[in-house]
């Protein structure tokens, strides 16, 4: 069984600025780079599950999604870092469009993501951890039964059911075991 480290995307590997889906956009949280290293390194699984909303809100398309996501994966890969898989679900139960506005077992809080990647790549979910900047996140690695879920907090923290709160994403590599 593998374990597996899973990182919600805006807000934990880019800063969040609302919807982002261009490239010019793109900023990477400062310390990831480090942190994706140092967990590659003792043999996790790096996976993102990320809500993307805009697309079911129409700000953007999922064409415009894959393609920040490959340019994205390509900055990690020049860095020797390797992305298992990109999860996301484009859904808004209220404020989706067409197709896109429905409930949807995949969209955080919900596991869908999660367990999707524990069947296909045999992950071991107690071994695993989940970090994420919003309660939805941290619901769906509770869910999922997900052993360490780790809330990046921000300006809106409050109350959270995470494991463990921490302030700057390099923080997380005091929890690789």
Same mark, same amino acid.
């Given at each position: 069984?593998?374990?597996?480290?899973?990182?919600?995307?805006?807000?934990?590997?880019?800063?969040?600025?609302?919807?982002?889906?261009?490239?010019?956009?793109?900023?990477?949280?400062?310390?990831?780079?480090?942190?994706?290293?140092?967990?590659?390194?003792?043999?996790?699984?790096?996976?993102?599950?990320?809500?993307?909303?805009?697309?079911?809100?129409?700000?953007?398309?999922? #064409?415009?999604?894959?393609?920040? #996501?490959?340019?994205?994966?390509?900055?990690?890969?020049?860095?020797g870092i390797e992305i298992t898989k990109?999860?996301?679900?484009?859904?808004?139960?209220?404020?989706?469009?067409?197709?896109?506005?429905?409930?949807?077992?995949?969209?955080?809080? #919900?596991?869908?993501?999660?367990?999707?990647?524990?069947?296909?790549?045999?992950?071991?979910?107690?071994?695993?951890?989940?970090?994420?900047?919003?309660?939805?996140?941290?619901l769906a690695g509770k869910r999922a039964?997900?052993?360490?879920?780790?809330?990046?907090?921000?300006?809106?923290?409050?109350?959270?059911?995470?494991?463990?709160?921490?302030?700057?994403?390099?923080?997380?590599? #005091?929890?690789?075991?």
């Amino acid at each position: 069984m593998n374990k597996a480290l899973f990182l919600d995307r805006d807000g934990v590997i880019n800063k969040d600025k609302g919807y982002v889906h261009r490239i010019e956009d793109f900023e990477f949280t400062d310390g990831l780079f480090e942190v994706l290293e140092a967990f590659q390194r003792c043999a996790y699984l790096l996976i993102i599950i990320t809500n993307q909303a805009g697309i079911g809100r129409g700000i953007y398309t999922e #064409n415009d999604f894959q393609s920040i #996501n490959y340019w994205m994966l390509q900055q990690f890969k020049i860095r020797g870092i390797e992305i298992t898989k990109v999860y996301f679900d484009p859904t808004h139960p209220e404020n989706g469009i067409g197709k896109y506005k429905k409930e949807s077992f995949y969209r955080k809080p #919900n596991p869908g993501m999660i367990l999707q990647a524990q069947k296909e790549f045999k992950i071991d979910l107690e071994n695993s951890i989940l970090i994420g900047d919003k309660e939805s996140d941290i619901l769906a690695g509770k869910r999922a039964n997900i052993g360490k879920t780790v809330l990046l907090k921000n300006t809106n923290f409050s109350q959270t059911g995470a494991d463990v709160v921490i302030g700057q994403i390099i923080d997380l590599i #005091n929890l690789i075991n």
